[in-house]
Every structure is written in C-alpha cells, then in structure tokens.
C-alpha cells in the first residue's frame, strides 16, 4: 500500500477516534466543559492536517498525529516544544560544519591519489567510502593506530594517562558530565595540566547532564580555567524549537595526536562505579593519526555552533589544521562521521545499510536501543534470509522503563527470519559497535533508534582494518558467552494487557 494512502486511511481512523472521545465527553463531564475540549479537538484537527502535507518520515508523521489527537492539549504542547524541526539561522548554519568541510578539501586534495587507489582496491566495501566521501565530506584518514578499549575501568585508566601527557591542548565533548569521583579524578588532571600552559576546551550537553552536574562542579573548572560552554541550553525551547536536538558525542582529543570516541559520558556508573544497572558495558576506541583531525575539527565546529564567540577560538583553529607529526604508517584506514540532527535523512542510516547490504559473512550488532526504522529490520532480515550470520546483542538490563521490552518488541520479525538475538545476562550493555565481514569495524555514540539517527549530534568511527576486526571479535565471542540466546520470541509469555501497552508505545516510538 503507498505510503500516501496508508496516511489518509490513518487520518480517518484518528478523526473517528476523536469524534468517539468527544462524545464520551458530553455523555461524562458537564456540558461547559463541552466548548473547551471541542476547541482543542478542532485545533489538533486542523494541526494534524497540516502536519500530514509536512516533509516528514511516514512513521513520524504517523506517531505525531497519534499522540497529538489522543492526548489533546498535551500532545501538540510536546510538538511545539519537542517536535518541529530546528532550523538553523542564517548565521549558525554558514559557520555549522565549517571546518569539517574545509579539512575534507585539504586533505583529499593533498592525499586524492593514495585514497582513490585504496578506494578502488576495496571491491566489497569501497562503496562505502565513496558514499561517506560523495555525501558526507568525510575524509578517508590513512595511517592510524587503533586500539578498542571494552571496559569502562579500562578506558578512563588509558584516557586519565593521556590526559596527562598533553602538552598543547584538550578538547572534550560529553553528553553526560556528573559529579563524582570520576570527575574529580578528571578536575585534578585539568588542573595540573592547565597549570602547565595547556589549553582545555569542554563541551556539555545541557539537556544529558541537567540534574547530573551541580553549578559548583561547573565553577570548578571555569576557576581552574577550563573553557566550558553549554551544547544547546533549554532556555525558550517554545521558541527556538531546539530542545529536542542533542549533542550525543563523548569525544576527547589530546593535542591532534590521540582521540577517543564511543559510548562512555564522564560518569561514575560509567566506570562500574555505581551498581544500580549491574555490570556496566561499554567500548571506546583510542585513535592515534590522522583520523584525530577528523574528531577535532568536529570540537571546533560544535564549539564555534555552541558558543556563538567566535573570538575566543581564533587561537584553536590554526592548531587544528596544522600539520602534525604522527609517525605511524600503513596502518588502519578509518573515516569519521559527524551525524548532525536531520528529520528526513541520516548519513548514520545511510552507513548501516549500505554496510548491510554488502557484508557476506557476518553482521554483528550491539546497541543498547533497538527503535529502528523499518528500512534497517528489512535490510537485516534480508542478509539473514541470503545466509549472513546476522546477530544482534541488547542489554539484560536498561536504565529506562519500558525501553528494553520495547526493544525486545522489535526483535519479533528478526528472530522469525533467522537473527541471532542475543540478551547481556544482568548486564546493561551500552555498547554502539558493529562488525562486517573481516573488514570494517564501527565504534562511535550512535544507537540504532530514530533518535539516534535523526535527532541528535553524533560521532562515528568506521574501521577499515581486517587485523583491527580480527582482535575486536574475542571480545564479541565473550559477550555471546555471557549472552542468553533467544529461542523464542520472549515477550510472547507477557500478559495480553502488558503486550498491548507496548504496541501502544511503538506506535509513537519514532518521537521518544
């Protein structure tokens, strides 16, 4: 059925619904209530109308409309200040990826040759490349040194390390920043660090860390001399419409020679500090070479979107597209993806499945949050059918209510075609990685759900290495170990009234 027609059908049935509810109403309440709730009923009519001949995905416009017409007052409240789509003004969007597109230019031009040659000699996956290079701007980045770190414990030990041999500058992004002895291991750092000339630039995200980080932690480092900024502070979200689009990434960059990205924010429960979740569960990976321009030019960016003070980072900007010494050759390929907030196209998506669509030996996939487009289930259950050996791995534990069985809902179509579905035991797995066939390895912040892929900020590596995936899949092999593998369809075995909620719930899933 086209997707126009299944709209119009759907409006029909929503209107119907709410000419039902409005005589419920009349027969309940007292008729002066009547006026108010038929003038807000007129209005999320006329508003869902509109919203129908909107650029929006089917999905959402779907969700959108359910919600709106269901819960009247409340439900277009959400929209306005959660739902509309931020459009950048004229001055954000000519500086917004600035930088991320004038490194594209240098680098391809100063390396076309080598990279073209690469490109060409990847038959499987050089399309791949060309689709990050054509669309995204994303250089491919030779000559790097990757190390994938599986442990929270793990990571910040190597991070606090590096930290402490910076000679020039930090730049840190985190969604989450939250008091507590992580934080304070981090300040003490900082502070000798800047003690010693170094520059540190900080970016938060306000909306990730609202509650987690007190306003005297804040002064701490601003007092030490940390530059900290905000990402998109919530302050006339009815206005602005920003309030939905968040900066995802926990990016660290040390002197343009060693980055980090994937899924650890600058939090004790992160570094299996805190037990409320069990057994915490992440990854992180540590790149040396040239692949950190690509990570540091994103900071800049943000911070030039986030700050407004263009002024302040004139001393950052030669630093970061001057040439640096890496000594490291012949070693990974990797690109960089920068995911900015897009309602109707996500080149994060666009990566998934054209990675999907060329493997011919294995998918595997962990994500904390499976909300998928139905694109993505398609394109894994079409590999499963052509005998790839597709496994997804989700958490046994979550720090949302509803999520992970809202998860588990979406696995029902993937199991029933030959996905392996494999469940962390007492563990919240936050992991955001991937590997495809021997040759190409994903760490980075994004989940496989639509906020993930259309709402917020994100940084992914993409690994063209068959030795780096070679060592990363011990580590898969010891997940699967601790893993229980579905045999059935679990939520099968929940009452029909649980079942029905979460139908309900995946009916407006694509806005959460």
């Known amino acids: 059925m086209k997707n126009w027609?299944?709209?119009?059908?759907?409006?029909?049935?929503?209107?119907?619904?709410?000419?039902m509810a409005l005589i419920v109403v009349i027969a309940i309440f007292d008729l002066k209530f009547l006026y108010i709730f038929l003038v807000i009923i007129i209005i999320d009519l006329i508003f869902s109308f509109f919203f129908f001949f909107s650029k929006r995905r089917y999905e959402v416009k779907f969700s959108w409309i359910i919600f709106i017409n269901f819960v009247p007052f409340i439900g277009l409240c959400s929209y306005v200040f959660f739902g509309r789509k931020y459009h950048y003004s004229n001055e954000k969007s000519l500086v917004y990826n600035h930088l991320s597109k004038l490194e594209y230019d240098i680098y391809l031009k100063k390396n076309h040759t080598s990279v073209i040659k690469y490109t060409n000699s990847k038959q499987k996956f050089g399309n791949v490349i060309e689709l990050l290079m054509r669309n995204a701007k994303k250089p491919l980045y030779q000559n790097n040194r990757i190390k994938i770190l599986t442990n929270g414990t793990r990571v910040f030990k190597a991070l606090l390390t590096d930290l402490q041999q910076a000679q020039e500058?930090?730049?840190?992004?985190?969604?989450?920043?939250?008091?507590g002895e992580l934080f304070e291991s981090f300040l003490a750092v900082l502070t000798e660090r800047i003690a010693a000339g170094v520059r540190v630039y900080m970016i938060y995200d306000h909306v990730g860390s609202y509650f987690k980080i007190s306003k005297k932690s804040i002064k701490k480092l601003i007092k030490v001399g940390v530059r900290v900024h905000k990402y998109l502070p919530i302050i006339t979200p009815f206005i602005s419409g920003n309030a939905n689009y968040r900066n995802h990434r926990k990016d660290v960059i040390i002197d343009g020679l060693i980055g980090y990205t994937g899924g650890l924010n600058l939090a004790d429960l992160y570094a299996d500090k805190s037990w409320?979740?069990?057994?915490?569960?992440?990854?992180?990976?540590?790149?040396?070479?040239?692949?950190?321009r690509g990570l540091e030019v994103i900071f800049a960016d943000d911070w030039y979107f986030a700050t407004?003070?263009?002024?302040?980072?004139?001393?950052?900007?030669?630093?970061?597209?001057a040439e640096k010494k890496y000594n490291i050759t012949g070693e990974s390929h990797v690109q960089i993806v920068n995911h900015s907030p897009s309602i109707d196209y996500s080149i994060t998506e666009d990566l998934y499945l054209s990675l999907i669509n060329k493997a011919r030996?294995?998918?595997?996939?962990?994500?904390?949050?499976?909300?998928?487009?139905?694109?993505?289930?398609?394109?894994?259950i079409l590999a499963a059918r052509?005998?790839?050996?597709?496994?997804?791995?989700?958490?046994?534990?979550?720090?949302?209510?509803?999520?992970?069985?809202?998860?588990?809902?979406?696995?029902?179509?993937?199991?029933?075609?030959?996905?392996?579905?494999?469940?962390?035991?007492?563990?919240?797995?936050?992991?955001?990685?991937?590997?495809?066939?021997?040759?190409?390895?994903?760490?980075?912040?994004c989940n496989l759900d639509y906020r993930s892929f259309f709402s917020d900020h994100q940084t992914t590596a993409v690994i063209y290495d068959p030795t780096v995936v070679t060592s990363f899949i011990p580590r898969w092999e010891w997940d699967y170990k601790h893993a229980i593998l579905w045999q059935e369809w679990p939520i099968k075995y929940k009452s029909l009234s649980y079942r029905l909620l979460l139908t309900c719930l995946k009916l407006v899933a694509p806005i959460l």
């Not at 027609?5 to 000419?19: D, E, N, P, Q, T």
């Not at 500058?169 to 008091?179: C, E, N, S």
């Not at 294995?362 to 487009?373: D, E, G, N, S």
């Not at 962390?424 to 797995?429: D, L, P």
């Open 5 to 19: 027609l299944k709209i119009i059908l759907s409006m029909i049935f929503l209107f119907g619904m709410a000419i």
């Open 169 to 179: 500058y930090i730049l840190l992004t985190y969604f989450i920043v939250a008091d």
């Open 276 to 292: 409320k979740f069990g057994i915490f569960h992440d990854t992180q990976v540590r790149i040396e070479g040239e692949a950190v």
């Open 308 to 321: 407004k003070l263009y002024e302040k980072i004139t001393d950052l900007e030669p630093t970061i597209l």
């Open 361 to 380: 030996k294995r998918i595997w996939l962990a994500t904390p949050y499976f909300i998928p487009p139905n694109e993505l289930i398609q394109a894994l």
């Open 386 to 445: 052509s005998g790839v050996d597709v496994r997804l791995t989700i958490p046994g534990l979550t720090d949302k209510i509803f999520v992970l069985d809202l998860t588990k809902s979406y696995c029902r179509e993937l199991i029933t075609n030959g996905v392996k579905i494999y469940e962390m035991n007492n563990m919240f797995s936050h992991n955001k990685i991937a590997i495809f066939d021997d040759e190409v390895a994903i760490v980075g912040t």
